[in-house]
C-alpha cells in the first residue's frame, strides 16, 4: 500500500511516497520559487498529478494523499488560511486537489499537527498516545495528541501557542502572533537581539559585525557558541520563555513526551536540558517528572512524514466504516 505526503513550507514542497510501514519510495523537494496565491495551489496539483502517473507507482499506486498547511486547515470547509501564502486567506485547496485525483481520498491537516503525526509514526514519539510538539521556526505552534487523537479545537485553531503570554503589560505589538512568538521564535531571537545591541551601546562583540537589520537567529546562535555575551543574555531569555510554555503544556495536557523541532531546534537542541529545568520550576510537579523532553528525529521531514500518516488514516478510517 502507498500513500502521498506533501508538506508545504514557507520557501519549498516536500513530497514523498510512502509504504504503510513508513518506508520512502519516492521522495523530493521542490522550490516554491517566490510563487503566490493561486501559483502555489498550482503547483502542488501538479507534483500530485506527476506522482499517480509515475509508471514507478504502476503496480503499487498511490490510495490516499495527505498534505501539510502552515496555518489552518478548516476541514468542514477544505479551506487553508495560511498567513505567509498571499492569497490563503480561504483558499479551496481540497477542491482543486480531488479535481486531479478523481476517486483517491484527500486530507489537508496543519503542520503542527503533522509534525506530532509524523513523530509518532517514524520519530521520537512513537508508542506514545498523549504526546506534543513544539515547533519554533519563524513562528511558534503545537501539535497536540491527547489519548491517540489530534485536537483540532472547535474552528481547527487548536495549538496556537505563539499567544501563550508571560509577560505584562500588553503591547500592541504581540497582535499578530502572541508574545511568546514575538519574543522566542526564530523570528524573535534576532529581535531581541536587535533590541539589546540598540540599548547596550558599548557592546562591540560579535553581533556587531553585520547592520542590526541584518541579524538572524543564526547570527545569535553562531556567537553564542562563541561566548558572545549579548548572544547569551538573548539565548538565557529564550530558554526561559520556551520552559514555561513547555511547562504550561505539561501542566494543562500531562503528555508522555514533548518533542521540540522546527528551524530552531536545529541549534537550539543542545538547550532542551536547561528548558527542562525551567520547567521543573513552573509545572505541575508530578506530571513534570513523568514527561521526557525530545528534540525531533524526523527534523525538517517531521511535516511530510506526519502527512502520509494522516493519509494511510484515511484509508484506515474509510475501511472501518
Not at 505552534?141 to 509577560?167: P, Q, Y
Request: aromatic share 10%.
Amino acid at each position: 500500500m502507498s500513500v502521498l505526503g506533501i508538506d508545504l513550507g514557507g520557501t519549498k514542497l516536500r513530497v514523498a511516497v510512502f509504504t504503510s510501514e513508513a518506508d520512502v519510495r519516492h521522495k523530493e523537494n521542490i522550490s516554491l520559487a517566490g510563487c503566490q496565491g493561486g501559483q502555489v495551489g498550482s503547483l502542488i496539483c501538479h507534483q500530485v498529478r506527476q506522482v499517480i502517473q509515475d509508471e514507478r507507482f504502476v503496480q503499487d499506486p498511490v490510495q490516499s494523499i495527505g498534505i501539510s498547511v502552515p496555518g489552518i486547515s478548516r476541514t468542514r470547509e477544505g479551506t487553508v488560511w495560511a498567513p505567509n501564502i498571499p492569497g490563503w486567506t480561504d483558499y479551496p485547496l481540497l477542491k482543486e486537489v480531488q479535481e486531479i485525483c478523481g476517486s483517491i481520498p484527500v486530507r489537508i491537516e496543519s503542520d503542527r499537527a503533522c509534525y506530532i503525526l509524523g513523530e509518532m509514526w517514524k520519530g521520537n514519539a512513537r508508542g506514545a498516545k498523549d504526546a506534543i510538539f513544539l515547533a519554533v521556526g519563524t513562528g511558534i505552534g503545537a501539535g497536540i495528541v491527547a489519548d491517540g487523537r489530534i485536537l483540532r479545537g472547535a474552528n481547527d485553531i487548536s495549538g496556537s501557542v505563539g499567544w501563550l503570554t508571560f509577560n505584562t503589560p500588553f503591547k500592541e505589538a504581540f497582535s499578530a502572533c502572541g508574545d511568546f512568538e514575538y519574543h522566542a521564535s526564530g523570528t524573535g531571537i534576532a529581535r531581541m537581539a536587535q533590541q539589546v545591541l540598540a540599548e547596550e551601546i558599548s557592546y562591540r562583540g560579535q553581533l556587531r559585525l553585520k547592520p542590526s537589520a541584518e541579524i538572524s537567529s543564526h547570527d545569535v546562535f553562531d556567537a553564542y557558541a562563541k561566548n558572545d555575551p549579548l548572544a547569551i543574555r538573548v539565548i538565557d531569555f529564550c530558554v526561559g520563555y520556551w520552559g514555561m510554555a513547555a511547562a504550561n503544556l505539561v501542566s494543562i495536557f500531562n503528555p508522555e513526551k514533548i518533542i521540540f523541532g522546527g528551524g530552531v531546534f536545529g541549534p537550539a537542541a543542545e538547550f532542551i536540558p536547561a528548558i527542562k529545568s525551567v520547567a521543573l520550576k513552573w509545572a505541575q510537579p508530578l506530571s513534570i517528572q513523568q514527561v521526557s523532553f525530545e528534540a525531533s528525529a524526523l527534523g525538517s521531514d517531521a511535516g511530510v512524514y506526519g502527512a502520509g500518516y494522516f493519509a494511510l488514516q484515511t484509508i484506515s478510517s474509510r475501511e472501518k466504516s
